[in-house]
Nanobody
């Protein structure tokens, strides 16, 4: 069974930065190489929004227009990171990471399917 655990959320002021982590674990020898991993967010009263995703095989990435140029997704063998710079109040949401086995689920449309989800981490941007 694959498990995803997010961390790194918190309360920051506008313009500040946060780095979210998504630790992915599973069977012995697990590696992200054959997976697509994405970050989603959901603010109160709003629909869930795909923020970014990355292919474990070659590091190809996708970003929503709302975060392009401010957020950067990266990964190592078993963790996916979301570096969030120049944060805005509208970035306030619960951030979730999600995973799907198969490298082509992260495309120009974002992460198009996910079998596994983390529990979420709260990000609040407020002065």
């Amino acid at each position: 069974q694959v498990q995803l655990v997010e961390s790194g959320g918190g309360l920051v002021q506008p313009g500040e930065s946060l780095r979210l982590s998504c630790a992915v674990s599973g069977f012995s020898g697990f590696t992200l190489h054959y997976w697509s991993i994405g970050w989603f967010r959901q603010a109160p009263g709003k629909e869930r929004e795909g923020v970014s995703c990355i292919r474990g095989s070659d590091g190809s990435t996708y970003y929503a227009d709302s975060v392009k140029g401010r957020f950067t997704i990266s990964r190592d063998n078993a963790t996916v990171y979301l570096q969030m710079n120049s944060l805005k109040p509208e970035d306030t949401a619960v951030y979730y990471c999600a995973a799907m086995r198969g490298v082509y689920y992260c495309s120009a449309y974002g992460l198009t399917d996910a079998d596994y989800w983390g529990q979420g981490t709260q990000v609040t941007v407020s002065s």
